[in-house]
T-cell receptor
Framework: GENVEQHPSTLSVQEGDSAVIKCTYSDSASNYFPWYKQELGKGPQLIIDIRSNVGEKKDQRIAVTLNKTAKHFSLHITETQPEDSAVYFC????????????FGKGTHLIIQP | DAGITQSPRHKVTETGTPVTLRCHQTENHRYMYWYRQDPGHGLRLIHY???????DKGEVSDGYSVSRSKTEDFLLTLESATSSQTSVYFCAIMRGEDTEAFFGQGTRLTVV
């Protein structure tokens, strides 16, 4: 089955700096790559996603890049703010609804004032 | 929250007792999922459903069963709870094939 590796497990950055979280996947049939943000005591919330026919997608301060050849994708957050502090998860799916999402183990992002 | 309600939100139960968690959705989505979240493991798929009475196993299905007799309800049952099933359980829905997945608020289950 699919295996998703996520790095780093903890990332501490100064407020205003950029943060980058990286994921690799193993199954070349995967074609959908969402990112989730989870705050303490809450369920994961979708923040951005990318499909395999696109190399990059941006939404304000958040961007995701995908390299299908290397089987890796990354989340970029610019101009970080205190409210960006949370746990971030990457995931991969072959689409179609079956099998759900395979998640990475998460990155705890800490924004230092 | 995509109209997802999980109940109960917290539960403490004893080893060997049966436990049922409920996921209720209000928007008639076809796909429903149960995940568990544990430190160091991220979220792992337990079971999923692709329609009424249509279910299949996920990565960590041992010790769990599910049922979906109505579109809106997806039940997760631990027939005989063990301490290793202490976890936070999340229900998720997908509106259709190749669409985004949305999660409920979670159920924290402690087996003592």
């Amino acid at each position: 089955g699919e295996n998703v590796e996520q790095h780093p497990s903890t990332l501490s950055v100064q407020e205003g700096d950029s943060a980058v979280i990286k994921c690799t996947y193993s199954d070349s049939a995967s074609n959908y790559f969402p990112w989730y943000k989870q705050e303490l005591g809450k369920g994961p919330q979708l923040i951005i996603d990318i499909r395999s026919n696109v190399g990059e997608k941006k939404d304000q301060r958040i961007a995701v890049t995908l390299n299908k050849t290397a089987k890796h994708f990354s989340l970029h957050i610019t101009e970080t703010q205190p409210e960006d502090s949370a746990v971030y998860f990457c995931a991969a799916s072959k689409g179609g609804g079956a099998d759900g999402l395979t998640f990475g183990k998460g990155t705890h992002l800490i924004i230092q004032p | 929250d995509a109209g997802i309600t999980q109940s109960p939100r917290h539960k403490v139960t004893e080893t060997g007792t049966p436990v049922t968690l409920r996921c209720h959705q209000t928007e008639n989505h076809r796909y429903m999922y149960w995940y568990r979240q544990d430190p160091g493991h991220g979220l792992r798929l337990i079971h999923y459903s692709y329609g009424v009475k249509d279910t299949d196993k996920g990565e960590v299905s041992d010790g769990y069963s599910v049922s979906r007799s109505k579109t809106e309800d997806f039940l997760l049952t631990l027939e005989s709870a063990t301490s290793s099933q202490t976890s936070v359980y999340f229900c998720a829905i997908m509106r259709g094939e190749d669409t985004e997945a949305f999660f409920g608020q979670g159920t924290r289950l402690t087996v003592v």
